[in-house]
T-cell receptor, first 114, second 111 residues
């Protein structure tokens, strides 16, 4: 399967702990996106990379959130000092440089902060 | 801020019925995508429309992009239980790669 993969699929943590999620995009895709989805809502944009450069960041991405894509391949999203309000599904998507801006999503990481 | 409003929010129909869901905005989008999402999974891309007035068909699903590229509709003919899911529309504006999503239409097709 050559789709977007995310690990872990589920993460339960205690408030105040740090968590890190990983996303592996479709291999030929240069663009990688992170979104967050809470219950009853559509996904909300967090940040976007083109190769290793982080080009856009949402105001939703507080100082406790950091994302990296060090070699322009996989990406990590770290949340420091988690809060209960961080509980959500974290989705990663990728797209190619050309074409119709179609973004393909991974299965997501479900975070629960106790 | 670009916003997308989807209606209806919930829809429960009998197998074999037809339905239409709507996606509306006051903003112009360069492209618009429709996704379907199952519980606990990521959205799966159904179609992308980029040209005003464009109509695309995917088996029993027909997608239309408004002439002004501010709205879209999804029509399902003879709905089946396998069509059950959350249907999301998402658009991107000129010069931006981030997608703005609607809240979705949760469809239940009862056998």
């Amino acid at each position: 399967d050559t789709g977007v993969s995310q690990n872990p699929r589920h993460k339960i943590t205690k408030r105040g702990q740090n968590v890190t999620f990983r996303c592996d995009p479709i291999s030929e895709h240069n663009r990688l996106y992170w979104y967050r989805q809470t219950l009853g809502q559509g996904p909300e944009f967090l940040t976007y990379f083109q190769n290793e450069a982080q080009l856009e960041k949402s105001r939703l991405l507080s100082d406790r959130f950091s994302a990296e894509r060090p070699k322009g391949s996989f990406s990590t999203l770290e949340i420091q000092r988690t809060e209960q309000g961080d509980s959500a599904m974290y989705l990663c998507a990728s797209s190619s440089l050309s074409g119709r801006r179609e973004q393909f999503f991974g299965p997501g990481t479900r975070l629960t902060v106790l | 801020t670009q916003l997308l409003e989807q209606s209806p929010q919930f829809l429960s129909i009998q197998e074999g019925e037809n339905l239409t869901v709507y996606c509306n905005s006051s903003s112009v989008f360069s492209s618009l995508q429709w996704y379907r999402q199952e519980p606990g999974e990521g959205p799966v891309l159904l179609v992308t429309v980029v040209t005003g007035g464009e109509v695309k068909k995917l088996k029993r699903l027909t997608f239309q992009f408004g002439d002004a590229r501010k709205d879209s509709s999804l029509h399902i003919t003879a709905a089946q239980p396998g069509d059950t899911g959350l249907y999301l529309c998402a658009g991107s504006g000129a010069g931006s790669y981030q997608l703005t999503f609607g809240k979705g239409t949760k469809l239940s097709v009862i056998p």
